[in-house]
C-alpha cells in the first residue's frame, strides 16, 4: 500500500473504549484514529481520550458539520495539534460553502491543526484543494475516487495552493457477522438525497464503494490516505479489536 491506512470509529463510541482500543491501532502501524462527529457523540472527546494513551498516532475528526457546531465553539484543549487533524464540514447548511470557508479562516486563527473539508460536490471540492490543507472524501469507488484526487491536485496547482492530502472514508467489515450492518448503512445513505444524486451521477452502487477483504483494501491504493470506518455488529471493544487485527493482516496482503 501506498496510501496510509487509518482506522474510524463512530463518534458514539464510549471514552473507556477509545483508550483501549487506540493504542492497538498506534501499535499496528496505522496512520491515524478518526472519530465521526455525531449528535449524542462528541468526536473531539473521543480524540482527547486517545491523545492520553498515544504518542505518535494522529488524530483526526471525520468531520464536525459546522452548521451544528460552529468552529468558533469547538474546544481543542489537550490535543496535540502536531497530530490532530480537524475534519469540518457544511452539515445541512443553506450556504455550505460559504460557512466552510469561513469555518476554515476561524480554525487558522485559533490552532495550527491541520484542516480537511469534508466535500461531496464540485464547489466544496475545490473550497477544500484551494483553502484547507486536504480533502476528506466519502462512499467513492477506486475510479471515482482516484478522478477526484486527480482533480483536487490539479485545482490546487492551478491555484497555486500546496498540494492537498486526499483523504477517502472506506465502510469496512472484516468478518461476516457485519454484514447485515453494512447493508444498513448502505441503505441509510442510499437515501440521502445528497449521496443518491451522486451514486447516480457517478453510476456507481454504493456497494461498490466498500471494502470487505484484502484484495478490496488493495483496489483503494488511489489516495493519499485510507480510512477504514469500522462497521461491526454492536460497536463492542472485543469487535473493534478484532476489527483492527484483520485489517492490519489485510495491509500486508495488499
Do not use: C, K
Amino acid at each position: 500500500m501506498h496510501a496510509g491506512v487509518s482506522i474510524g470509529i463512530i463518534g458514539t463510541t464510549s471514552a473507556e473504549v477509545v483508550r483501549e482500543l487506540a493504542p492497538r491501532v498506534e501499535r499496528l502501524g496505522f496512520s491515524a484514529l478518526w472519530i465521526n462527529d455525531v449528535p449524542g457523540g462528541d468526536s473531539l472527546d473521543g480524540l482527547r481520550a486517545a491523545a492520553s494513551v498515544t504518542d505518535t498516532l494522529r488524530l483526526a475528526t471525520g468531520v464536525i458539520p459546522l452548521d451544528r457546531r460552529p468552529a468558533d465553539t469547538l474546544d481543542l484543549r489537550e490535543l496535540p495539534a502536531a497530530r490532530t487533524t480537524l475534519g469540518i464540514g457544511s452539515g445541512r447548511a443553506e450556504h455550505p460553502v460559504r460557512l466552510v470557508s469561513e469555518g476554515v479562516q476561524t480554525l487558522r486563527a485559533s490552532t495550527t491543526a491541520s484542516i480537511v473539508v469534508g466535500a461531496l460536490g464540485p464547489r466544496m471540492r475545490r473550497l477544500a484543494a484551494e483553502q484547507a490543507d486536504g480533502v476528506l472524501l466519502n462512499w467513492l469507488t477506486p475510479d471515482a475516487a482516484r478522478a477526484a484526487a486527480e482533480e483536487a491536485r490539479a485545482t490546487a496547482s492551478a491555484a497555486d495552493a500546496l498540494r492537498p492530502r486526499v483523504v477517502l472514508y472506506v465502510r469496512t467489515i472484516a468478518e461476516q457477522q457485519a454484514r447485515p450492518a453494512l447493508e444498513q448503512e448502505i441503505t441509510r445513505y442510499e437515501s440521502v438525497p445528497s449521496y443518491a444524486a451522486n451514486f447516480e451521477r457517478l453510476g456507481i452502487a454504493a456497494a461498490d464503494a466498500t471494502v470487505t477483504d484484502a484484495a478490496g483494501l488493495a483496489a483503494f491504493d488511489v489516495v493519499d490516505e485510507l480510512v477504514l470506518r469500522a462497521i461491526t455488529p454492536t460497536n463492542s471493544l472485543a469487535e473493534l479489536e478484532r476489527f483492527v487485527e484483520e485489517t492490519a493482516r489485510w495491509r500486508t496482503l495488499a
